[in-house]
Nanobody, 123 residues
């Protein structure tokens, strides 16, 4: 499956952004999906994940209550609504499709990755 993330940009602290990730190729609805982020000089970290049906979501503690992951299996798209943004949310955000079993927060369990979209939050 090919993934393309977009929607990043520059926003002031306290603002909002909505990231989208469009999928093509294999059946999108077969895969749980996740969002990860990587700040300069840091490892890629889990942000949020959603099951194939959209019935269950998981969030990193750092974004819980501020970010919302959702998906539309008709449009083959997964979203990340980001509210109350903080400067520490600045990173390149990646969407990914989980291709291996196990917990959804592990980078190694995702086999397909988008190219990333940069989110910059100014103070």
């Amino acid at each position: 499956v090919q993934l393309q993330a977009f929607g990043g940009g520059l926003v002031q602290a306290g603002g909002s952004l909505r990231l989208s990730c469009a999928a093509s190729g294999r059946t999108f609805s077969n895969y749980p999906m996740g969002w990860f982020r990587q700040a300069p000089g840091k490892e890629r970290d889990f942000v949020a994940s959603i099951t194939w049906s959209g019935g269950s979501t998981t969030y990193a503690d750092s974004v819980k209550g501020r970010f919302t992951i959702s998906r539309d299996n008709v449009k083959n798209t997964v979203y990340l609504q980001m509210d109350s943004l903080k400067p520490e949310d600045t990173a390149v955000y990646y969407c990914a499709a989980q291709t291996y079993g196990g917990i959804s927060i592990k980078v190694a369990n995702y086999g397909y990755w988008g190219q990333g979209t940069l989110v910059t939050v100014s103070s």
